[in-house]
């Protein structure tokens, strides 16, 4: 089955910079990538997601990058602000299959 | 539209009992998938429904179930809990087209 490894597990940066979350996936079918974030005590929300017909997606300062080749998919978090402090999971899988998670990522953003 | 629901929120209970939760799709969702997060596991699949019917399993022992019903709404069912047990256990539901899954509350089942 889909295995996603995520890296790093933590991360902090100061406010203002940039962050990236990588995260790689086993099964080449796989062509579905969300990512969510999951603030302390609240459920996952969706963010952003991908598909494996497209290499890059945006909005406003979040942005996801795909590689199909290497079978690696990136989370990108421009001009980071307080509120973006939370654990950060992404996901991979087939169509009408299974979401498998990677193991999240806590970022933390240093005011 | 309103959001996923989960009830009862929180729970408590002994080891060797079972256990119920239900989850509440968004309205014309017909797809309810579960996790357990734990917070050494991350998020776990369980199973997912779509249509009544079980279309996808984890890899959890048979003391985990789950069922759905002809309005989408789902029940997932654990018997002979174990301490192990204890976690959230969130579901997600979808159109079951497009694979976006909308998480609910959640139901945090501590088990003593």
């Known amino acids: 089955g889909e295995n996603v490894e995520q890296h790093p597990s933590t991360l902090s940066v100061q406010e203002g910079d940039s962050a990236v979350i990588k995260c790689t996936y086993s099964d080449s079918a796989s062509n579905y990538f969300p990512w969510y974030k999951q603030e302390l005590g609240k459920r996952p929300q969706l963010i952003i997601d991908i598909r494996s017909n497209v290499g890059e997606k945006k909005d406003q300062r979040i942005a996801v990058t795909l590689n199909k080749t290497a079978k690696h998919f990136s989370l990108h978090i421009t001009e980071t602000q307080p509120e973006d402090s939370a654990v950060y999971f992404c996901a991979a899988s087939m169509r009408n299959e299974k979401l498998t998670f990677g193991t999240g990522t806590r970022l933390t953003i240093i005011p | 539209k309103a959001g996923v629901t989960q009830t009862p929120r929180y729970l408590i209970k002994t080891r060797g009992q079972q256990v119920t939760l239900s989850c509440s799709p968004i309205s014309g969702h017909r797809s309810v998938s579960w996790y357990q997060q734990t917070p050494g596991q991350g998020l776990q699949f369980l199973f997912e429904?779509?249509?009544?019917?079980?279309?996808n399993k984890g890899n959890f022992p048979g003391r985990f179930s789950g069922r759905q019903f002809s309005n989408s709404r789902s029940e997932m069912n654990v018997s002979t809990l174990e301490l192990g047990d204890s976690a959230l256990y969130l579901c997600?539901?979808?159109?079951?087209?497009?694979?976006?899954?909308?998480f609910g509350p959640g139901t945090r089942l501590t088990v003593l």
């Open positions: 997600a539901s979808s159109s079951g087209l497009h694979n976006e899954q909308f």
């Open positions: 429904y779509f249509s009544e019917t079980q279309r």
